[in-house]
């Protein structure tokens, strides 16, 4: 359960010291909200309204100490280093107004991290990085490592260049797996998360290796399958940047909740190329 009142969030952060909640649920950032959806809805993409909409509910929320994951890359929502530097100065002038200690990690972002889009496959993802799963996404594993690591040490609960080392040990031993249990049950229950039951696997016409991913496309397919709005529609992305694949290897499955929004997710993907680019 993760639409909690505001006092819910409270009452499970005095608990366990913290908890999962859906920023709308709480009214955070209630403007935020409206913004948001009169963007999507006349495809708007402000820099200023990101920053005003990323800060606004941390502010809210009472945060004084703040990660931010900047992913850059060709299909990313910020393109280039550049962009990114000059979006992380603009961003930190806000914070510091706020009183808010914020780091900003540049990261990779030319593929998604994960396998999963979607609410329900990415869940399954990330229990499986906190299970310590042979099978768990090595990338979404050192990602999470990365940034825990880097807001220990904000916090200045370690030493600078140690987060890392305690972050690693705190997943490993099984003590953040431990926590998000507890939590969940402070917060009603657990759940383990399912795909939808309608799929389609999108295979490659031809052997190659896949050195380009187009994420923008890819999240629309995952979108128009009903994503994030029902929570196990999606995609489980399969081929990675660098795998070789034989030709008829299944590069990717999408899940859909009803058999229209499948076939809505397929027309526009027929209607394109190279979302995978394997040569």
């Not at 998604?112 to 399954?124: K, N, Q, S, T």
């Amino acid at each position: 359960v993760v639409n909690l009142t505001l006092a819910q969030i409270i009452k499970v952060v005095k608990k366990e010291g913290g908890c999962i909640a859906w920023g709308s649920t709480a009214k955070l950032s209630p403007a935020d909200d409206i913004l948001i959806r009169v963007e999507k809805s006349l495809d708007l993409d402000s820099e200023s309204q990101l920053i005003a909409s990323v800060l606004s509910k941390k502010a809210a929320a009472g945060s004084n100490h703040v990660i931010i994951d900047m992913p850059i890359g060709d299909t990313a929502k910020i393109r280039s280093i550049e962009a990114a530097n000059q979006l992380k100065v603009e961003m930190e002038k806000v914070a510091h107004a706020l009183e808010i200690k914020l780091k900003i990690v540049i990261t990779d972002g030319t593929q998604p991290v994960g396998r999963g889009l979607g609410p329900a496959l990415e869940a399954r993802d990330v229990l499986s990085v906190l299970r310590n799963e042979a099978n768990a996404p090595a990338d979404l594993k050192e990602r999470a490592i990365l940034l825990a690591g880097e807001l220990l040490e904000l916090s200045r609960k370690v030493e600078m260049g140690d987060g890392n080392k305690k972050a690693r040990k705190i997943l490993e031993s099984g003590e953040a797996y431990k926590k998000f249990q507890a939590i969940c049950n402070a917060q009603g229950r657990f759940t383990e998360p399912k795909p939808a039951l309608h799929k389609h696997e999108i295979k490659s016409d031809h052997a190659g290796t896949v050195i380009k991913v187009d994420n923008r496309r890819l999240a629309k397919i995952a979108k128009l399958a009903g994503a994030p709005g029902d929570k196990k529609a999606g995609i489980d992305f399969l081929a990675p940047l660098g795998s070789e694949v034989e030709k008829g290897q299944t590069l990717y499955i999408i899940y859909a909740e009803s058999k229209g929004e499948l076939d809505y997710a397929l027309e526009y993907y027929n209607s394109q190329t190279d979302i995978l680019t394997i040569e």
